[in-house]
């Protein structure tokens, strides 16, 4: 499945990144601690966070994560769109609370890391 079908199955914003969303998604992880998600996230795998901060940026492009998805109505900082622009991260998000967006991802086949 590709972002673009992610956006539009599960009605999601798209703060950055529309150019990169004919990305496959390979898989799922969610979790908020940065290291965490460095140690245990897969290339092209969706990352559902709460964070905004632009560190999320850096570890999507470390860890080749196909995109981040900010749960809970939130909505990255200004400073985080620029650098996921500039490194062609798609950030999209969701007013649905994490648990309830990896449900509906899951339901959707993708499958956790």
């Known amino acids: 499945m590709t972002l673009a079908e992610l956006v539009e199955r599960l009605d999601l914003k ?3 990144g529309k150019a990169a969303l ?3 998604v390979k898989g ?3 979790g908020d601690l940065l290291s965490d998600v460095m140690a245990h996230s ?3 795998d969706v990352w559902v966070t709460i964070q905004v901060h632009p560190n999320i940026v850096a570890v999507a492009v470390l860890k080749e994560l196909a995109s981040i998805v900010v ?3 939130r909505e990255p900082a200004a400073e985080t769109i620029e650098r996921a622009e500039a490194e062609k991260v ?3 998000g969701t007013g649905m609370n994490v648990f309830e967006f990896v449900g509906r991802l899951h339901e959707l086949g993708i499958k956790g890391s």
């Open 14 to 16: 798209v703060f950055a």
């Open 90 to 92: 798609p950030v999209l």
């Open 22 to 24: 004919q990305r496959e």
């Open 42 to 44: 897969r290339k092209d």
């Open 71 to 73: 749960a809970h109505g």
């Open 28 to 30: 799922g992880y969610a």
